[in-house]
């Protein structure tokens, strides 16, 4: 019970860490497109991160299937937003930032 | 035309049911009023949507890419664990050492499907975003030159090629 509290835990931490990386990053990051990288990525992994940790504390349940289904819908619509959102502001002729441009 | 009728009936009863076990798993009250009330709405969403989920290939194809399917997802978490790391590297390096790009890539897959799982599983991979598909262009947005490679071997295409082939 204690070593799976623990793991449980960690795992926790570990996507806390990555959703302050996002944070971070969406700070930043100079343009939109960059942007998009730190805040529609490094969530994936922490959501994946964060639900384990939940679904490892619980157990198998009907509550840890619900988390699992969660990360599966998270990892549907995620990406699609993202797509979304950077192809309409490529559309509407946003200039993705360069190096050498600054 | 006798067997697309009956065709068009098992697609709203397989619909139905499995919007039903999903409303079961959900609910967690197995009581009367809440499982009639479940019954209920499925039936009149399968009624509405059931186009939606088979709209052309038949059952024996979909089975066999969904076992696929299921393979081909621990590698992509694999692959984003590897990427996400690169990216966090990005973030909290002192100087921003980015060097962002949009690029082509030309991609010889040929169904919606699978061109929908392709750009979505690069944008998942940290580091690329599908910004656009044109037909068979896709236009990517990556963060640093490293990543435009990673993707330009084509192992990702590779592997979702086997998923949908028939």
Known sequence: MV???IIAMILILIGCFFFLTSAIGLLRFPDMFTR???????????????????IVHHGINLDSFKLLLIVVFIYIANPTATHVLSRAAYRLGMQPWTKDKK | MMKTKSMGRGKYFITFLLL???WLLLSGHYDLFHISIGIG????VSLLSADLLF???????????IGKFLLYIPWLVYQIILANIAV??????PKLKIDPRVFTCKTSLKTDVAKTTYGNSITLTPGTITIDIKDDVLYVHALAGNFADDLLTGEMEKRIITIFQR
């Open chain 1, 3 to 5: 070593i799976r509290d």
């Open chain 1, 36 to 54: 998009m990288h730190a805040t529609g990525k490094c969530d994936t992994l922490a959501v994946l991160l964060v639900m384990t940790g939940l």
């Open chain 2, 20 to 22: 039903l076990s999903f």
């Open chain 2, 41 to 44: 709405c499925c039936a009149l």
């Open chain 2, 55 to 65: 709209d052309s290939a038949s059952g024996a194809t979909h089975h066999l890419v």
């Open chain 2, 88 to 93: 966090v590297k990005l973030v909290l390096s």
